[in-house]
C-alpha cells in the first residue's frame, strides 16, 4: 500500500531531480529516500525516474504520478486546513436570531466587524419576536440572539450591548409636529398605535410606564406587531406612537420624531446558551470580549 510519505518523498525529487538535494530538502539520507522511491515505484509497477550519474528525469509514467500526486496533496493540505480552521471557530456556521429593533441597532455593525474577522464563516440570519428569542437558544435554533434584556439563568448568559432612548412619533401635520421636547401628556386626546404586550414585554412596560409617568394613560386604538408598520401607520395620520429612537432611521415621509421629556432607556444584547460547543460562538464571543 502506498503511504503519504512516500508521494511526498516523490514530490520532492519531482521538484529537485537529484537524489542528494530532494534528500537534504526532506532531512532524510539518500540512501533512505532512494529506498523510498524504489518501494514506491515497486507498488505502482512501473519506473517513475529514468536515473542517470548526475540527475534523473521523469519517465512518462512519472510525470502524471506527478499531475495525480499533486491534487491529492493539494486536497489534503485543503482538508487540514479547513479541518482546524472549522474545530478553532474560523469557519463554519452562526445562527444569529433577531429583534426587528437590533437590525436598526447592534447587529449591523457586529456583523461587519466578525465576518471581517472571520469571512470564512458563513452567517445565517433570522428575525424573530422578542418573546421567542429565548426559547430559540435554549432549543439550539440559534446560537445567539440579540434582543431587549433578558435576566441570566443556569443554562442562558447575557450580556448588554446598547442603549437607546424613546421617542414619540406623530404625524407631520400634528400641531406638535414643530415642538421638540415633547411632553407625552399633551398626547392624550390622540389615539395610539402601539403592540401586544406578549410580543415584547420590556418594551412595551417602558412606553407605558413613561407614559404614566408623564400623566397619560394613552387611548390604544391600533395594535400591529413590528415598529416599521407603526410608524407607516403614524405616517398615514392614524395615530400616534412612542417607539424606540432608533426608528428614526426611517425617515418616513408623514412621520415626525420628538425627543421625549425624562425618557427611560432601552437596553438591547447578546444572550446564548452555556455549553453551546459551536466552535463559531467561541469566536464571537471572544471577538466583542464577551467571556
Known sequence: MIELRQIRHFLALCEHLHFGKAAESLHLTQPSLSRSIAALEAELGSSLFARHSRSVLLTAAGKEFQSR?????????????????TAQGARGILRVSFTSLAAWTVLPSLMKRYMGAYPSVDMVLNEVLPKDLPAAVQRGDADVALTFRVDATESLNYRA?????????????????GTSPIDLEALRHDAFITFPRINAPILYDAVMDCCRDAGLQPVVRIQTHLQQTIVNLVAEGLGVSVVPASMRKLQLPGAVFKDIVNSPQIEYGMVWKIGNDNPCLSTFLRHFDVY
Do not use: F
Open 69 to 85: 500526486s499533486r491534487e491529492v496533496i493539494s486536497g489534503l493540505d485543503s482538508a487540514i486546513r479547513h479541518t482546524k480552521a
Open 161 to 177: 450591548l446598547h442603549h437607546e432612548p424613546l421617542c414619540a412619533v406623530i404625524p407631520s401635520d400634528h400641531p406638535l409636529a
